[in-house]
């Protein structure tokens, strides 16, 4: 069974920093695209930053110049060093991967339980 950890989120002040990680396991032949999308309250999810298998990496423009999002495919896991950060940043943020699962034989999306992301003074 696949299955997508998360962790490092917190309570931070405006200004300061955090790095998220997450971490896929289970029966994995390969992972395409990985990222991470976030979902604050009474808002739709929406897409934070997005990595290939080559590395190639897009960003929503809200966090451009603040989020850097990186990966080990040797170690399949997926990372989102946050700088900067701003009250609107507060939000539960859930890594996903598109993968193909030996157990499915399919390629599908999967997700993290998410992790919430507070920053506050």
């Known amino acids: 069974q696949v299955q997508l950890v998360e962790s490092g989120g917190g309570l931070v002040q405006p200004g300061e920093s955090l790095r998220l990680s997450c971490v896929v396991s289970?029966?994995?032949?390969?992972?395409?695209?990985m990222g991470w999308y976030r979902q604050a309250p009474g808002k739709q999810r929406e897409m934070v930053a997005a990595?290939?298998?080559?590395?190639?990496?897009n960003y929503a423009d809200s966090v451009k110049g603040r989020f850097t999002i990186s990966r080990d495919n040797a170690k399949n896991t997926v990372s989102l060093q946050m700088t900067a950060l701003k009250a609107e940043d507060t939000a539960v943020y859930y890594c996903?991967?598109?993968?193909?699962?030996?157990?499915?034989?399919?390629?599908?999306?999967?997700w993290g339980q998410g992790t919430q992301v507070t920053v506050s003074s």
């Open positions: 990595i290939s298998i080559g590395g190639g990496a």
């Open positions: 289970g029966l994995i032949f390969s992972i395409n695209d």
């Open positions: 996903y991967a598109h993968l193909w699962s030996l157990t499915r034989g399919s390629w599908d999306e999967y």
